[in-house]
């Protein structure tokens, strides 16, 4: 059985740090990875998918790496603001059109 | 392009009563995927549904719970006989048709806002 595991559960950061955010999925045979942001009562925005054969992917000031082989992803965030606090989930796909396994996510605040 | 829609946004039901939650996928998406977000827990998936057919719904509960898509109108999570356990986030994702020409990434799921059910 997949398990998507999101270390930390909960991260409190002044504005301005960069910080890294860590996800680990226990069987490597993955299709694709996808971070997501969810705001408190909100649904879920897609921040970057990274294919299996790609190694990372940039979106702004997010950057998202994949390791296949050790089974981990890192989702880094420069320069983070206020507007940055919300959950980031991380959620693994077997196939094309398969379903998404999620970690519980890493809830980020940002303080001024 | 409108976004994935999901109605009602806030649904209360008492206990034994039956809930309906609809969703919209975005224009061209013809795969849905259900989620549901019980409290202090992941997103966990339901069903996953093409036009008229359900392709897997193995996080399903096997009561109570049924899923549609019909050829025409959104896609129906219907829940019978609710019970307090029922009470989460509702969660429904849509992707494209495989050669269907689309920028988006294979496979990426694109989500509504969600249905929070709390049943009484």
């Known amino acids: 059985k997949q398990e998507v595991t999101q270390i930390p559960a909960a991260l409190s950061v002044p504005e301005g740090e960069n910080l890294v955010l860590n996800c680990s999925f226990t069987d490597s045979a993955i299709y694709n990875l996808q971070w997501f942001r969810q705001d408190p009562g909100k649904g879920l925005t897609s921040l970057l998918l990274i294919q299996s054969s790609q190694r990372e992917q940039t979106s702004g000031r997010l950057n998202a790496s994949l390791d296949k082989s050790s089974g981990r992803s890192t989702l880094y965030i420069a320069a983070s603001q206020p507007g940055d606090s919300a959950t980031y989930l991380c959620a693994v796909s077997y196939s094309g059109y398969s379903t998404l396994t999620f970690g519980k996510g890493t809830m980020l605040l940002v303080s001024p | 392009n409108a976004g994935v829609m999901q109605n009602p946004r806030h649904l209360v039901r008492r206990r034994g009563q039956e809930a309906r939650l609809r969703c919209s996928p975005m224009k061209g998406h013809s795969h849905v995927y259900w989620y549901r977000q019980l409290p202090e827990e992941g997103l966990k998936f339901m069903v996953y549904l093409q036009k008229e057919n359900i392709i897997d719904e193995s996080g399903m509960p096997k009561e109570r719970f049924s899923a549609e898509f019909p050829k025409e109108g959104p896609s129906i999570l219907r829940i019978q006989q609710v019970v307090r356990g029922d009470s989460a986030a509702y969660f429904c994702?849509?992707?494209?048709?495989?050669?269907?020409?689309?920028?988006?990434?294979?496979?990426?799921?694109?989500f509504g806002p969600g249905t929070r059910l709390t049943v009484l």
């Open positions: 994702a849509s992707s494209p048709p495989f050669f269907s020409g689309a920028t988006y990434s294979y496979n990426e799921q694109f």
